[in-house]
């Protein structure tokens, strides 16, 4: 009957591990992993709105610099003198010197007559009072067109800026190279797979994308639709999924589109996911054995503990009555050795009265001062049974332990030798011999040490060295410890966020960010500092110091 129970027991007890084990290992999988992704996503959106940004307002900057310089060139030169082909050369030939954004330069009385003309093609004498562009620039005073054809049978758009003279209007006008604002753009391509195009509010391309489209047809996606804002979102486009960020720009009716094919920017959160994936089967094989493990062992445990219940049970009765019997003493002894206190004194007031009074003449005054004698041995006896009393009950309170930091790097070395030697990383150490004690938690000294020198054996890798020195830095209050190496050094952008909890440059599943991050909360907490320096391809040294504290 009893085995009966132990079997039923033993697969209750199996049960019970293996389900209130995985629902932790479910929870905390689908935390890691979804805090993983939102977070991982936010910070591909923001890069990619980021970079869309920073695209159109470099572009905006291209477009008013150009705007700017015809516009200073209008008002500055009269009508008479830009009409000379001589003079309106040598104007352009300035310009190119400055910016090689200019293809051409033209004069535009306000009849649309092309009336001077400096650049490659054969422009002067055309009319261009029918063209869309002129009517603008007569309407706006300043105008920035689509690309489009023209008379040159080639995509290009122009800049055109009017001038109001007198009783005259002419226009300055300007092409611009389609090559240079097309490299713009291209610079947000900065992925394997990114891509960046301009479309103007008929949703036509003005620069060729990089893997689909072509100048001037019409872009399959986004649909134009100008907003004050940047948007960032994911969409199915062209047979599969795209992130695009889209933004306009301030003085053209034109929206520049940056996307990015999510196989490649998110595929560290594809790997996270199949990581979680693997750990959590691996986590239910080991659960599985576990259970059967600890089911079995506690199995044989609560038989070894039902034959020798009796005994625990006594000896858990006389600790107790030890407990109670220290928390008594202390009482006792406190409320004893009052009135010991007391007769002590009035003992030895009576044998100054012996001495003293007419008693000292009588027969019995020997026994008199014997008695007093006995009396005051008695008391001091009874004085140290209450101090021994006392003694027992303190020692039931804890209390702080001296630390011998050389004694406890050198227990910290011999964790890490074996693995030390396998690497040939060679440890060395400088003690010194006057190294004062100090009061504080050695099991957490321990782990700050640890933490650090786990840190130097994986950045050296192999064939490196480790020194350990308490010699390094000498001050009378505090004990100083430094530990460097001869790894490959800390970058400055890394350096100062190596403090940072979950921060590491380690392999996914090699690091946690928590090592250092915990040793600097030990060390504060301690009252003490750490500090690190380093230079790439120099190695690392970290120093940690902490206050002497007496008894």
Known sequence: MLEKGYRKLRWKIIAYTFCFSLIPLFVLGFTFYHQFRESYTAKIMQNLRTLAENRRNAIDLFLDERVSQLTTLAYTQSYSQLQGEQYLEKVFTLMQMRSKSFIDLGIIDQDGNHVAYSGPYQLKGLNYRNEEWFHEVMLRGVYISDVFLGFRKFPHFIMAVMRREGDRNWILRATIDTKIFDALVKEAQVGEKTDAFVINKENILQTTPRFSGSLLSKAPYPKYSPSSSTRVEELKANGGQRLLATTSFKNKEWLLVVQEDPTVVLLPLFHARHMVILLVIVGILLITAGA??????????????????????????????MAALGKMAAGIAHEVN?????????VGWVKDLLVEEDIAKSKNFKEFQDAMTKIENHVERAKKVIHRLLGFARRMEPVEEKVDINKILSETIGFLENDARYKNIEIKTNFSEKLPKT???????????????NNAVDAIGKDGEIQISTNCVLKDKEIVVCISDNGPGIPNEVLQ???????????????????????????????????????????????????????
């Not at 009052?338 to 009035?346: G, Q, T």
Request: glycine share 8%; net charge positive.
């Open 439 to 453: 009061i504080s938690d050695s099991s957490q000294i321990q782990q700050v040490f640890l933490n650090i020198l």
């Open 497 to 551: 966020r190596i403090f940072d909890p979950f921060f590491t440059t380690k392999e996914v599943g090699r690091g946690t960010g928590l090592g250092l991050a915990i040793s600097y909360s030990i060390v504060e907490k301690l009252g003490g500092r750490i500090m690190v320096a380093s230079e790439v391809g120099k190695g690392a040294t970290f120093t940690v110091s902490f206050p002497v504290r007496g008894e």
């Open 292 to 321: 059967v493990l600890i089911a079995r062992a506690m199995l044989q445990q609560l038989i070894q503990a039902d034959r020798e219940k009796a005994m625990l049970d006594a000896s858990l009765m006389q600790s107790s009555k």
């Open 338 to 346: 009052n009135p010991l206190a007391v007769i002590k004194e009035k």
